[in-house]
Protein backbone atom coordinates (compact mmCIF):
# COMPACT_ATOMS: atom_id res chain seq x y z
CA UNK A 1 0.00 0.00 0.00
CA UNK A 2 1.17 3.52 -1.03
CA UNK A 3 1.59 6.44 1.23
CA UNK A 4 2.57 9.90 0.94
CA UNK A 5 5.90 11.05 1.93
CA UNK A 6 5.57 14.31 3.68
CA UNK A 7 8.74 15.71 3.01
CA UNK A 8 8.43 15.32 -1.18
CA UNK A 9 5.03 14.17 -1.66
CA UNK A 10 6.06 11.43 -3.46
CA UNK A 11 4.65 8.16 -2.82
CA UNK A 12 5.75 5.49 -0.46
CA UNK A 13 4.85 2.17 0.45
CA UNK A 14 3.28 1.15 3.64
CA UNK A 15 4.18 -2.13 5.57
CA UNK A 16 1.80 -4.73 4.95
CA UNK A 17 1.14 -5.24 8.50
CA UNK A 18 -0.43 -1.00 8.36
CA UNK A 19 -3.41 -2.58 5.60
CA UNK A 20 -6.69 -1.81 6.19
CA UNK A 21 -9.34 -4.88 7.49
CA UNK A 22 -12.92 -4.20 7.91
CA UNK A 23 -16.06 -6.07 8.94
CA UNK A 24 -17.90 -7.43 6.31
CA UNK A 25 -21.54 -7.65 7.38
CA UNK A 26 -22.15 -9.92 4.22
CA UNK A 27 -19.85 -12.64 5.27
CA UNK A 28 -19.49 -11.76 8.78
CA UNK A 29 -15.89 -11.63 8.74
CA UNK A 30 -12.74 -9.27 8.88
CA UNK A 31 -11.79 -8.61 5.53
CA UNK A 32 -8.88 -6.75 4.22
CA UNK A 33 -9.75 -3.72 2.02
CA UNK A 34 -9.58 -3.44 -1.28
CA UNK A 35 -11.77 -0.78 -3.37
CA UNK A 36 -14.25 -1.51 -5.91
CA UNK A 37 -12.74 0.90 -7.99
CA UNK A 38 -8.55 0.97 -8.42
CA UNK A 39 -6.97 3.88 -6.28
CA UNK A 40 -10.71 5.24 -5.68
CA UNK A 41 -12.18 5.49 -2.15
CA UNK A 42 -16.01 6.31 -1.67
CA UNK A 43 -16.92 7.03 2.31
CA UNK A 44 -20.54 7.94 3.00
CA UNK A 45 -21.23 8.02 6.44
CA UNK A 46 -24.65 8.68 8.38
CA UNK A 47 -24.54 12.17 9.55
CA UNK A 48 -26.65 13.25 12.64
CA UNK A 49 -30.26 14.09 13.51
CA UNK A 50 -30.53 17.74 13.44
CA UNK A 51 -33.53 17.70 15.98
CA UNK A 52 -31.32 19.15 18.90
CA UNK A 53 -27.90 20.28 19.76
CA UNK A 54 -24.84 17.93 19.02
CA UNK A 55 -23.89 15.79 21.83
CA UNK A 56 -20.64 13.27 22.10
CA UNK A 57 -21.97 10.72 20.04
CA UNK A 58 -21.94 12.70 17.01
CA UNK A 59 -18.27 14.23 18.00
CA UNK A 60 -16.91 10.61 18.09
CA UNK A 61 -18.49 9.55 14.31
CA UNK A 62 -16.44 12.68 13.04
CA UNK A 63 -13.53 11.83 14.71
CA UNK A 64 -13.63 8.32 13.67
CA UNK A 65 -14.26 8.70 9.98
CA UNK A 66 -12.06 11.64 9.83
CA UNK A 67 -9.24 9.87 10.93
CA UNK A 68 -10.04 6.79 8.09
CA UNK A 69 -10.56 9.51 5.73
CA UNK A 70 -7.10 11.20 6.28
CA UNK A 71 -5.60 7.57 6.38
CA UNK A 72 -7.01 6.71 3.13
CA UNK A 73 -5.45 10.04 1.63
CA UNK A 74 -2.14 9.46 2.98
CA UNK A 75 -2.36 6.01 1.67
CA UNK A 76 -2.69 7.41 -1.71
CA UNK A 77 -5.97 6.52 -2.57
CA UNK A 78 -8.21 9.45 -4.14
CA UNK A 79 -11.33 10.03 -1.34
CA UNK A 80 -14.78 10.97 -2.19
CA UNK A 81 -16.10 11.43 1.58
CA UNK A 82 -19.63 12.50 2.17
CA UNK A 83 -22.00 12.99 5.13
CA UNK A 84 -25.56 13.67 5.25
CA UNK A 85 -28.20 14.98 7.96
CA UNK A 86 -31.29 13.41 8.51
CA UNK A 87 -33.60 16.70 7.91
CA UNK A 88 -37.20 14.44 8.03
CA UNK A 89 -37.65 12.76 11.45
CA UNK A 90 -40.49 12.12 13.82
CA UNK A 91 -38.25 13.90 16.39
CA UNK A 92 -38.27 17.01 14.28
CA UNK A 93 -41.41 17.37 13.78
CA UNK A 94 -42.42 16.71 17.55
CA UNK A 95 -39.70 19.67 18.53
CA UNK A 96 -41.60 21.69 15.62
CA UNK A 97 -45.00 21.18 17.29
CA UNK A 98 -43.30 21.53 21.01
CA UNK A 99 -41.78 25.29 20.04
CA UNK A 100 -43.90 26.71 17.06
CA UNK A 101 -40.80 26.47 14.79
CA UNK A 102 -40.76 25.11 11.32
CA UNK A 103 -39.32 22.05 10.54
CA UNK A 104 -36.54 23.53 8.05
CA UNK A 105 -36.12 26.27 10.83
CA UNK A 106 -35.26 23.42 13.24
CA UNK A 107 -33.11 22.27 10.79
CA UNK A 108 -31.00 24.89 9.70
CA UNK A 109 -30.50 25.54 12.94
CA UNK A 110 -28.44 22.62 14.41
CA UNK A 111 -26.80 21.86 11.02
CA UNK A 112 -24.92 25.08 11.22
CA UNK A 113 -24.52 24.54 15.37
CA UNK A 114 -23.08 20.93 14.00
CA UNK A 115 -20.79 22.67 11.25
CA UNK A 116 -19.24 25.36 14.30
CA UNK A 117 -19.10 22.77 16.38
CA UNK A 118 -17.39 20.21 14.34
CA UNK A 119 -14.94 22.61 12.04
CA UNK A 120 -12.14 19.92 11.43
CA UNK A 121 -9.27 22.51 10.21
CA UNK A 122 -9.49 25.09 12.87
CA UNK A 123 -11.97 24.30 15.38
CA UNK A 124 -14.07 28.00 14.83
CA UNK A 125 -17.53 28.86 13.45
CA UNK A 126 -17.79 28.07 9.02
CA UNK A 127 -19.27 30.65 7.52
CA UNK A 128 -22.97 30.08 7.69
CA UNK A 129 -22.74 29.77 11.83
CA UNK A 130 -20.51 33.31 11.63
CA UNK A 131 -22.55 34.95 9.38
CA UNK A 132 -25.26 33.90 11.55
CA UNK A 133 -23.85 35.39 14.42
CA UNK A 134 -22.49 38.24 13.12
CA UNK A 135 -26.63 39.17 12.40
CA UNK A 136 -27.24 38.56 15.83
CA UNK A 137 -24.61 41.15 16.67
CA UNK A 138 -25.94 43.66 14.73
CA UNK A 139 -29.36 43.08 15.87
CA UNK A 140 -27.98 43.77 19.28
CA UNK A 141 -26.11 46.80 18.12
CA UNK A 142 -29.36 48.88 16.91
CA UNK A 143 -30.04 48.76 20.63
CA UNK A 144 -26.84 48.95 22.30
CA UNK A 145 -25.37 51.84 19.27
CA UNK A 146 -22.28 50.27 19.95
CA UNK A 147 -19.91 49.81 16.76
CA UNK A 148 -18.89 46.76 15.35
CA UNK A 149 -15.41 46.56 13.64
CA UNK A 150 -15.23 44.19 10.79
CA UNK A 151 -11.44 42.85 9.88
CA UNK A 152 -11.61 40.89 6.64
CA UNK A 153 -8.52 38.58 6.72
CA UNK A 154 -7.12 36.15 3.75
CA UNK A 155 -4.16 33.89 4.24
CA UNK A 156 -1.51 34.80 1.85
CA UNK A 157 0.33 32.34 -0.16
CA UNK A 158 -1.71 29.07 0.90
CA UNK A 159 -1.37 27.61 -2.90
CA UNK A 160 2.10 27.96 -2.64
CA UNK A 161 2.38 25.84 0.51
CA UNK A 162 -0.03 23.39 -1.20
CA UNK A 163 1.60 23.04 -4.47
CA UNK A 164 5.42 23.00 -2.98
CA UNK A 165 5.15 21.32 0.17
CA UNK A 166 2.07 19.45 0.39
CA UNK A 167 -1.54 20.06 1.66
CA UNK A 168 -0.72 18.52 4.93
CA UNK A 169 1.31 22.03 5.00
CA UNK A 170 -1.77 23.55 3.58
CA UNK A 171 -3.98 22.88 6.30
CA UNK A 172 -1.05 23.66 9.02
CA UNK A 173 -0.75 26.69 7.44
CA UNK A 174 -4.77 27.53 7.97
CA UNK A 175 -4.79 26.27 11.65
CA UNK A 176 -2.13 28.44 12.63
CA UNK A 177 -3.17 31.50 11.26
CA UNK A 178 -6.74 30.61 13.05
CA UNK A 179 -5.02 30.02 16.31
CA UNK A 180 -3.24 33.05 15.73
CA UNK A 181 -6.51 35.30 15.58
CA UNK A 182 -8.17 33.28 17.63
CA UNK A 183 -5.90 34.03 20.70
CA UNK A 184 -5.82 37.81 20.22
CA UNK A 185 -9.34 38.73 20.08
CA UNK A 186 -11.42 38.73 22.96
CA UNK A 187 -13.46 36.18 24.11
CA UNK A 188 -16.43 37.33 23.25
CA UNK A 189 -15.82 38.53 19.95
CA UNK A 190 -16.50 36.74 16.46
CA UNK A 191 -14.08 34.67 14.78
CA UNK A 192 -15.31 32.69 11.37
CA UNK A 193 -13.86 30.98 8.64
CA UNK A 194 -15.44 32.86 5.64
CA UNK A 195 -13.70 30.74 2.78
CA UNK A 196 -11.00 28.44 1.93
CA UNK A 197 -8.15 30.75 2.76
CA UNK A 198 -10.91 33.85 4.33
CA UNK A 199 -11.63 34.84 7.71
CA UNK A 200 -14.19 37.45 9.36
CA UNK A 201 -13.60 39.17 12.44
CA UNK A 202 -15.96 40.95 14.01
CA UNK A 203 -15.55 42.94 17.43
CA UNK A 204 -18.11 44.76 19.47
CA UNK A 205 -17.30 48.47 21.01
CA UNK A 206 -14.27 49.65 19.33
CA UNK A 207 -13.03 52.39 17.30
CA UNK A 208 -10.78 52.23 14.67
CA UNK A 209 -7.78 52.54 17.70
CA UNK A 210 -9.24 49.43 18.91
CA UNK A 211 -9.77 47.40 16.09
CA UNK A 212 -5.56 48.75 15.44
CA UNK A 213 -4.50 47.40 18.69
CA UNK A 214 -6.37 43.86 17.87
CA UNK A 215 -4.07 43.71 14.78
CA UNK A 216 -1.15 44.72 15.88
CA UNK A 217 -1.33 42.30 18.52
CA UNK A 218 -2.04 39.74 15.67
CA UNK A 219 1.33 41.03 13.60
CA UNK A 220 3.29 40.46 17.20
CA UNK A 221 2.16 37.07 16.84
CA UNK A 222 2.79 36.26 13.48
CA UNK A 223 6.39 37.66 13.74
CA UNK A 224 7.30 35.52 16.94
CA UNK A 225 5.95 32.49 15.25
CA UNK A 226 7.74 33.21 11.45
CA UNK A 227 11.20 34.20 13.88
CA UNK A 228 11.01 30.59 15.06
CA UNK A 229 12.12 29.12 12.20
CA UNK A 230 9.99 26.04 13.25
CA UNK A 231 7.63 25.74 10.25
CA UNK A 232 8.74 25.41 6.54
CA UNK A 233 6.83 28.45 5.76
CA UNK A 234 6.30 32.10 7.21
CA UNK A 235 2.63 32.81 7.82
CA UNK A 236 1.35 36.15 6.26
CA UNK A 237 -1.74 38.15 6.54
CA UNK A 238 -3.44 40.80 4.36
CA UNK A 239 -6.53 42.46 6.16
CA UNK A 240 -9.24 45.30 5.34
CA UNK A 241 -11.31 46.83 7.98
CA UNK A 242 -14.65 48.35 8.15
CA UNK A 243 -16.75 49.32 10.95
CA UNK A 244 -20.17 49.49 11.86
CA UNK A 245 -21.26 53.10 13.19
CA UNK A 246 -23.84 52.24 16.45
CA UNK A 247 -25.99 55.01 15.45
CA UNK A 248 -26.67 53.74 11.80
CA UNK A 249 -29.69 53.00 11.08
CA UNK A 250 -29.60 50.90 7.79
CA UNK A 251 -27.51 48.16 8.33
CA UNK A 252 -26.27 45.92 5.28
CA UNK A 253 -24.28 43.76 6.19
CA UNK A 254 -22.82 42.31 3.03
CA UNK A 255 -21.62 45.98 1.63
CA UNK A 256 -19.45 46.04 4.92
CA UNK A 257 -17.86 42.73 4.48
CA UNK A 258 -17.48 43.49 0.71
CA UNK A 259 -15.85 47.10 1.92
CA UNK A 260 -13.58 45.24 4.11
CA UNK A 261 -12.83 43.19 1.38
CA UNK A 262 -11.52 45.36 -1.05
CA UNK A 263 -9.67 46.64 1.21
CA UNK A 264 -8.31 43.37 2.06
CA UNK A 265 -7.14 43.02 -1.57
CA UNK A 266 -5.38 46.47 -2.21
CA UNK A 267 -3.57 45.38 0.90
CA UNK A 268 -2.52 42.06 -0.64
CA UNK A 269 -1.33 43.37 -4.04
CA UNK A 270 1.28 45.42 -2.04
CA UNK A 271 2.23 42.32 0.47
CA UNK A 272 2.56 39.84 -2.16
CA UNK A 273 5.50 42.39 -3.91
CA UNK A 274 7.68 41.18 -0.99
CA UNK A 275 6.00 38.75 0.53
CA UNK A 276 8.48 35.48 1.13
CA UNK A 277 6.29 32.41 2.17
CA UNK A 278 8.35 29.12 1.74
CA UNK A 279 11.34 29.48 3.84
CA UNK A 280 14.54 28.45 2.42
CA UNK A 281 16.37 24.79 3.21
CA UNK A 282 17.64 25.31 6.67
CA UNK A 283 21.37 24.34 6.20
CA UNK A 284 23.03 21.36 8.48
CA UNK A 285 26.29 23.28 8.98
Not at 32 to 59: L, N, Q, R, W
Not at 143 to 165: A, E, M, Q, R
Not at 213 to 219: E, M, V
Request: proline share 3%.
Amino acid sequence: MRSLDPENNNPQIIPSDMSLSIYNTLSGKKEPFIPIEKDKVGMYVCGPTVYDASHIGHARSVVVFDMIYRWLEQSGYQVTYVRNFTDVDDKIIKKSNETGMSCSDITEKYIAEFYAEMDQATNIFNRRAGLEKMSLLINKARTTKLNIGIIFVDVNGLKSVNDILGHQYGDQLIESAATIMKESIRQHDILFRYGGDEFIMCLEGLDSEGINNIWQRIKSKLDQINNNNELKFNISLSHGVSIIKGEDKNIDMNKYIEDADQKMYEEKIEIKKTAVIIKPPRSNL
